[in-house]
Antibody, heavy 119, light 107 residues
Framework: QVHLQESGPRLVKPSETLSLTCTISGGSLNNYYWSWIRQSPGGRLEWIGYVYSSGSTRYNPALESRVTISVDTARNQIYLTLRSVAATDSAVYFC?????????????WGQGTLVAVSS | DIQMTQSPSSLSASIGDRVSISCRASQTIGGYVNWYQQQTGKAPKLLIYAASTLQSGVPSRFSGSGSGTDYTLTISSLQPEDFATYFCQQSHTFPDTFGQGTRVDIK
């Protein structure tokens, strides 16, 4: 059973950069897609983007100019960087395994980490 | 982006009730819809993918149906652990988008 765990700062100042790590255990990162998804305080879920184990990425156009997702297969970790954050970026951030072949669904999720953007 | 609209936004039901939650897409999505359950303070859990395929380990009281723009999640006999918020998600058209959620609570 694969296990995902998000980690990173809980508080980020406006205009600064949010950086999160997702550590994957109990299974291989290889040959899978891995997504970041966030949930606003109001409950809305928003897909941020994915990385494949090879390093290829695709991002939500709404965030593409500010987002980078990367992978380190040796460490079994994926990373999220979100630049120039604002209060509207305050959310619970989840990493998830992304079964993106003929269809796409998220079958394993981390517990999520709450990030607040505030000075 | 494709808009996914769930109805109702919330509902109250009793143990043993049959419950249906609808999800309407702003354009046809060809069965590329998934359903998730989220308990308070937890991550979403995959229930159904590709409109009607039950995820491994999910009880058979959950089922999904639909086509075109209209999809339904049905719980045949509501159990205490089913009180939660349910989300639909489309993966037909980039980017993936989610419905706003339907909260199911105890009547």
């Amino acid at each position: 059973q694969v296990h995902l765990q998000e980690s990173g700062p809980r508080l980020v100042k406006p205009s600064e950069t949010l950086s999160l790590t997702c550590t994957i255990s109990g299974g291989s990162l290889n040959n899978y897609y891995w997504s970041w998804i966030r949930q606003s305080p109001g409950g809305r879920l928003e897909w941020i983007g994915y990385v494949y184990s090879s390093g290829s990425t695709r991002y939500n156009p709404a965030l593409e100019s500010r987002v980078t997702i990367s992978v380190d297969t040796a460490r079994n970790q994926i990373y999220l960087t979100l630049r120039s954050v604002a209060a509207t970026d305050s959310a619970v951030y989840f990493c998830a395994r992304d079964r993106r072949r003929f269809t796409a669904y998220f079958d394993s999720w981390g517990q999520g980490t709450l990030v607040a953007v505030s000075s | 982006d494709i808009q996914m609209t769930q109805s109702p936004s919330s509902l109250s039901a009793s143990i043993g009730d049959r419950v249906s939650i609808s999800c309407r897409a702003s354009q046809t999505i060809g069965g590329y819809v998934n359903w998730y359950q989220q308990q308070t303070g937890k991550a979403p859990k995959l229930l159904i993918y590709a409109a009607s395929t039950l995820q491994s380990g999910v009880p058979s009281r959950f089922s999904g149906s639909g086509s075109g723009t209209d999809y339904t999640l049905t719980i045949s006999s509501l159990q205490p652990e089913d009180f939660a918020t349910y989300f639909c998600q489309q993966s037909h058209t980039f980017p993936d988008t989610f419905g706003q959620g339907t909260r199911v609570d105890i009547k």
